[in-house]
């Protein structure tokens, strides 16, 4: 264990379901209008899981793709970690029932409870694990069928979110690339800002909680708005500090994908250019864990990413807790 290794992104995949769920099929749904959404939040569509498609699936796709884009086979994986609001059952994880659909069978597996800075909390934890040399491939992912538990007769919370999945491959890189600092955070006193109030051992499922609605997602959105707009910029100042960068150094922002208004306070306070900012959260709403791989996935897709560049991941979320990390791309 005395091993120090660099750890970074090996490779990087991910999956949305097909079905798109506009503004204007909103309208028709709860009384809300495409100008109020875009203006508020910036989001235009998002994708819904097929009623036979669950959180698994969406992190086995996504999950295949990365490990094609790393080029590592799942066989070859020491460990997964899921991250997830929405898993497919509170028991067996979520984690182990990936392992068993792409046949990691060598695996350990377990699911990360962090809401939408679940996936920064696992490259956190998968990183560390890389360095100190004792696993070589995990297999993280971020994934989320949020769509399962959102009351579609709340107007507060069912037109942020969205379904999707995104996945990464951490191992070892070239010294002085990936992972470079970290910072993670939490604040328990805001949990019941951003809750599934039923179902747990708190207030176990019975016919009145389903009645009641206590079994979907329940949100104070303007408290979860304003403690977002403090941490971002906090969590992305400490993990840079951490990683021995300053702001104007940075290449590219990778923020959670919940508001444009967040977003945008974030870059002003790190005195960021929105060209360095990637922003996807129009096509696909808040998709909770899976916002920063699917977003990241992207900005390498089309091309804004190369070898050196120094990349910021930054989420908040249910918690309520908050993620950053700064990585030295690796990839070529
Ligand atoms: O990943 C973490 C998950 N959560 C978040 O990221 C949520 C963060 N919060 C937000 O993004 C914003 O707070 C929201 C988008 C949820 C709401 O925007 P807001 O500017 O904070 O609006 P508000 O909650 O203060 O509501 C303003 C008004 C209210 O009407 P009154 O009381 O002023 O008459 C709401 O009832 O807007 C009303 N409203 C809506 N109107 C049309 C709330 N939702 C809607 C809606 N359509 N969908």
């Given amino acids: 264990m005395s091993k120090i290794y660099a750890a970074g992104i090996l490779g990087i ?47 086995t796709i996504a999950a295949q793709r990365a490990l094609q884009s790393a080029n590592v086979k799942a ?19 979520t984690a182990c029932l990936v392992q068993e659909n792409i046949k990691a069978t060598k695996a350990a597996a377990f699911d990360l409870s962090a809401g939408c800075s679940g996936f920064v909390y696992s ?13 070589k491939n995990i297999l993280i992912i971020g994934a989320e069928a949020l769509s399962k538990i959102m009351n579609w007769k709340d107007r507060n ?18 010294d002085g690339y990936g992972t470079l600092g970290f910072n993670l955070g939490a604040d328990g006193s805001g949990g019941h800002t951003l809750c599934q109030p039923a179902g747990g051992s708190r207030i176990p499922a019975s016919l009145e909680t389903v009645e009641k609605d206590m079994h979907y997602i329940h949100m104070s959105g303007n408290e979860v708005f304003k403690f977002a707009i403090k941490v971002m910029g906090e969590a992305a100042n400490a993990a840079l500090q951490a990683a021995n960068i300053s702001a104007n150094e940075v ?4 923020p959670h994908q ?53 990349v910021a991941l ?6 309520l807790t908050w993620a950053a990390c700064v990585l030295k791309w690796s990839m070529e």
């Fill in 75 to 93: 066989e070859d994986l020491d460990l997964i970690i899921v991250a997830t609001a929405s898993p497919d059952m509170a028991f067996p994880s």
């Fill in 314 to 319: 930054v989420g908040f979320g249910a918690g």
């Fill in 13 to 59: 995949g991910c999956y949305v379901p097909e079905k798109i769920l506009t503004n204007h099929d909103l309208e028709k749904m709860v009384d809300t209008s495409n100008e109020w959404i875009i203006e508020r939040t910036g989001i235009k569509t998002r994708h819904i899981a097929a009623p036979e498609q669950a959180t698994s699936d969406l992190a």
């Fill in 251 to 254: 290449d590219l922002f990778v």
């Fill in 123 to 135: 490259l956190t934890v998968a990183s560390q694990m890389i360095v100190s040399g004792l696993y």
């Fill in 258 to 310: 919940a508001n444009i208004r967040i977003i945008n306070s974030a870059a002003k306070r790190l005195g960021l250019s929105m060209d360095k900012v990637v922003v996807n959260l129009e096509k696909y709403g808040n998709t909770s864990a899976a916002s920063i791989p699917i977003a990241l996935c992207e900005a390498l897709e089309q091309g804004r990413i190369k070898k050196g560049d120094n």
């Fill in 157 to 174: 919370t069912c037109i942020l979110f969205g379904d999707g999945a995104g996945a990464a491959v951490i191992g070892r890189v070239e």
